[in-house]
């Protein structure tokens, strides 16, 4: 992605069939605009300026949240979140899994922390994949009906900057750290997503199908923008 520079805001531009142009503070602090295909450039700098006090208001609230940002350790006894709970880490002998979840604990196989975490790392990842495409799976197949609309695939894996994707043809894709989360902000992705199969863009329209299936939307979208940040190992 191209980024562009006005002044002090440096963002990038992302064009794609919606009817509307929008801004938004990605989860890494980058500001990203989302605009119709036909936007030139000159029009979307007119968008960015004309929100220029909101993009430094969005800004510094990303910077306060971040700032409380957990850094975990793979250590005996450090907590790792799964589904809105923090369980603690056992560093394991031999085992025959690289990461285990038993009895309300991680057991981490020890020679995983040798290379620095990288390892470790990747081993929780696996972890949250797996259990997501199980229990997300499960949450789309409960919501699809009550949105009206038929996904036409699902997964897990990395989606970047976002919780969520829904590609044009309908397929919906999940971060693996949404795994992380209580199950009621799942719910409220998975709502999410699946509403863009109505309406592409974050219009009235779209908020209003969000409310039909979540009336408390508001609150659970508010839990995730505080607490995102410390959705990670």
């Known amino acids: 992605m191209t980024m562009y520079t006005q002044s002090d805001i440096s963002y990038g531009i992302l064009r794609s069939k919606r009817s509307t142009a929008d801004i938004v503070i990605e989860r890494d602090g980058s500001i990203i605009v989302r605009a119709p295909k036909e936007t030139t450039d000159e029009q979307i700098a007119k968008i960015v300026e ?24 793979f250590k005996s006894g450090e907590g790792f ?24 604990r991680f057991l981490l196989r020890r020679d995983h922390i040798d290379d620095g975490g990288k390892t ?15 229990r997300i799976a499960d949450r789309v197949a409960y919501y699809a009906p009550k949105v009206g609309v038929k996904p036409t695939g699902m997964d897990v894996r990395d989606t970047g900057k976002q919780w969520a994707t ?66 990670d190992v």
């Open 50 to 73: 004309a929100k220029r006090r909101w993009i430094y208001k969005a800004l510094a609230e990303w910077r306060d949240l971040n700032a409380t940002r957990v850094l975990r350790e």
């Open 81 to 104: 979140l799964y589904l809105g709970r923090s369980y603690r880490l056992t560093l394991a002998g031999e085992q025959d899994e690289a990461l285990k979840f038993l009895n309300g």
């Open 120 to 134: 470790a790392r990747q081993a929780f990842v696996d972890f949250y994949t797996s259990k997501g495409r199980e």
């Open 166 to 231: 829904c590609s044009a043809s309908g397929k919906l894709s999940f971060h693996w750290k949404c795994m992380m989360a209580p199950l009621t902000i799942i719910d409220y992705i998975v709502v999410h997503e699946l509403c863009h199969l109505h309406q592409r863009d974050h219009t009235d329209a779209f908020w209003n199908e969000v409310d039909k299936i979540l009336p408390d939307y508001h609150e659970r979208k508010e839990w995730l923008r505080k607490h995102g940040a410390g959705l």
